[in-house]
C-alpha cells in the first residue's frame, strides 16, 4: 500500500524564518509527487510535480526536491501569506493516475 | 484562469437521503476525479474517470456511490443511501494528461 508520512505535522515560524517540510513515501514505483496548497476551507491548490530524484522546482519563496524517499518543501523568508496546509500527495506507475495523499504540514507564519 | 467549480458548497441531508454533487471540471481536461477529506483526516481517493467510465476506485465507493457525466461540461457524483459517515468535504478534479490534478473548491456534505 503506498505511504506518506508529512512532518511536522504542525510549525510556527516567524517571518522571514526559512525552514522545510519532509514528505517521505512508500510507493513500489512512483509516476509522481506532487505538492499542493491548502487553506482552511478550501480545495488543495497545485504547487508542483516533481518526477525523479534529483529533480527541483521553484515558485516565490517555494522550493520542492525530490529524492528516492523523500521529497522536501523549502520555505525561505517567509510571509504571514504563507500560512496553510501544505499537502504532498504521489501518483504511483501502476493504476489509473489516483494521488495518494499525506496528512499535510499546517503552516503558520507570525508577523 | 480556467478553474474546476463544484455546487453546492455546503449540503445538508438526512440519513438514508440521496445526494447528488455537482462539478463542472475544466473544459479541456479529459480525466475526471472524486476526493473526499473527514474533517482532521487526509484527501482521500475515491474515484477516477476517464473516456465515459469508471477507470479506478476506491475500497470506500460502494455501490452507494456511482458517477456520471451526463453532458460534455458536468461530473457528478451520487451518493444514493448517505451515512452518517459519509459527512466530509467532497473534491471534484481534473486533469489534462492525468498527471497534474486541479481541484475544485468542494462540497462539504452534512449526514444529519
Known amino acids: 500500500e503506498d505511504q506518506v508520512t508529512q512532518s511536522p505535522e504542525a510549525l510556527r515560524l516567524q517571518e522571514g524564518e526559512s525552514s522545510s517540510l519532509n514528505c517521505s513515501y512508500t510507493v513500489s514505483g512512483l509516476r509522481g509527487l506532487f505538492w499542493y496548497r491548502q487553506d482552511p476551507g478550501k480545495g488543495p491548490e497545485f504547487l508542483f510535480t516533481?518526477?525523479?530524484a534529483g529533480e527541483e522546482k521553484e515558485k516565490e519563496r517555494l522550493k520542492a526536491t525530490l529524492t528516492k524517499k523523500e521529497s522536501f518543501l523549502h520555505i525561505t523568508a517567509p510571509k504571514p501569506e504563507d500560512s496553510a496546509t501544505y499537502l504532498c500527495?504521489?501518483?504511483?506507475?501502476?493504476?489509473?493516475?489516483?494521488?495518494?495523499f499525506g496528512k499535510g504540514n499546517q503552516v503558520v507564519v507570525i508577523p | 484562469e480556467p478553474e474546476v467549480t463544484q455546487t453546492p458548497s455546503h449540503q445538508v441531508t438526512q440519513m438514508g437521503q440521496e445526494v447528488i454533487l455537482r462539478c463542472v471540471p475544466i473544459s479541456n481536461h479529459l480525466y475526471f476525479y472524486w476526493y473526499r477529506q473527514i474533517l482532521g483526516q487526509k484527501v482521500e481517493f475515491l474515484v477516477s474517470f476517464y473516456n465515459n467510465e469508471i477507470s479506478e476506485k476506491s475500497e470506500i465507493f460502494d455501490d452507494q456511490f456511482s458517477v456520471e457525466r451526463p453532458d460534455g461540461s458536468n461530473f457528478t457524483l451520487k451518493i444514493r443511501s448517505t451515512k452518517l459517515e459519509d459527512s466530509a468535504m467532497y473534491f471534484c478534479?481534473?486533469?489534462?494528461?492525468?498527471?497534474?490534478?486541479?481541484f475544485g473548491p468542494g462540497t462539504r456534505l452534512t449526514v444529519l
Open positions: 500527495a504521489v501518483q504511483p506507475d501502476y493504476g489509473n493516475n489516483r494521488l495518494a
Open positions: 516533481l518526477y525523479s
Open positions: 478534479a481534473s486533469s489534462y494528461r492525468g498527471n497534474e490534478q486541479f
